[in-house]
């Protein structure tokens, strides 16, 4: 609990750790079953960022049931239940209630052989960071509420949502990452500050480096911004010191909320560059190195 890590993990054995988490929230995208594969996809990365392997799951579904029609929740759901299947997760029960707002996720176990936990706490000097997936979720979801995005767009930012991180997890495994975390609601830099914090290490970000959705940009200088992206940088922005050069709506992508992000892996320099060309081989496009680990200043960004 107290490094805020993705999951919680309970040492059974010698050889064997369970991890758990859950994760739930309301629709990003407007049909029932992309939101339903997000949600799941969403929710075992998790897992997938502490090494882990999730094994079952219990469905989490609030549903207005006076306000829309069951055979949206059943798309939901069977979007959900696809994406476990996907990942190999087993649907062991669940829980719903009739809520004003519809929300669905999931609970989620997993296990770890205690010895190959990655953390957000194990990054070392002169690491290098990998992300995964590109940014701009939340920015996205927030242009397509107000009808200012492409059908096109959409389509390709819930592709990424909706991937799992499992190839990403048992790649970065392989390769013997030192820390990982999942960017999700803190943001790129939200997470990448706590990740600086917990190792006690610093962080310099090459901005120009970060995979970004190509329409983002163009949002972010109109101003279509989730209010998650103001928490999240009003709440981190002391921790993290930019150079004059990085525009303000860079700054303001770096900080957006995130729905199902990627992996940001933290691993030996000699082995960046390996790790990279196995993630874009296993269809992983849009991985690339976007900074390293420095060792001051300690618990802070630096973004280039």
């Known amino acids: 609990m107290e490094s805020l890590d993705d999951a919680g993990v309970y040492k059974l054995s010698d050889d064997l750790a369970i991890i758990q988490t859950i994760d739930f929230f309301t629709p990003i995208v407007d049909d029932p079953y992309d939101f339903g594969q997000i949600a799941v996809a969403n929710a075992l990365s998790d897992v997938y960022a502490m090494g882990g392997k999730p094994l079952t799951a219990m469905n989490v579904a609030c549903f207005p049931t006076k306000k829309l029609d069951i055979s949206i929740l059943k798309d939901i759901l069977k979007g959900g ?50 992300l995964t997936k590109p940014l701009g979720t939340g920015i996205i979801s927030t242009a397509l509420k107000a009808g200012k995005t492409s059908k096109e767009t959409i389509a390709k930012v819930t592709k990424y949502m909706a991937s799992l991180s499992k190839k990403a997890s048992e790649l970065m495994q392989e390769l013997g990452a030192n820390a990982c975390t999942d960017i999700t609601g803190f943001g790129f830099l939200g997470h990448a500050c706590q990740l600086a914090q917990n190792s006690h290490v610093g ?43 990085v525009p303000d709506y860079i700054q303001d992508i770096l900080f957006d909320p995130q729905t199902s992000g990627g992996l940001l892996i933290s691993l030996a320099p000699e082995d960046a560059e390996l790790l990279v060309s196995r993630l874009k081989k296993a269809g992983i496009p849009e991985a690339a190195i976007v900074g390293e680990v420095i060792s001051k200043p300690m618990g802070k960004i630096l973004v280039m």
């Open 81 to 130: 239940i696809d994406k476990m299947i996907e990942a190999g997760v087993t649907l062991v029960g669940g829980h719903s209630i009739d809520d004003a707002e519809l929300k669905y996720g999931l609970s989620v176990t997993g296990i770890v052989h205690p010895k190959r936990l990655v953390t957000n706490a194990g990054a070392k000097v002169g690491d290098k960071l990998i």
């Open 203 to 245: 962080i310099k970000v090459s901005s120009g480096s970060v995979p970004v959705f190509a329409e983002v940009e163009n949002f972010a200088k109109a101003g279509l911004y989730p209010g998650g992206l103001r928490r999240n940088r009003e709440f981190y922005g002391k921790m993290v010191e930019f150079s004059k050069q």
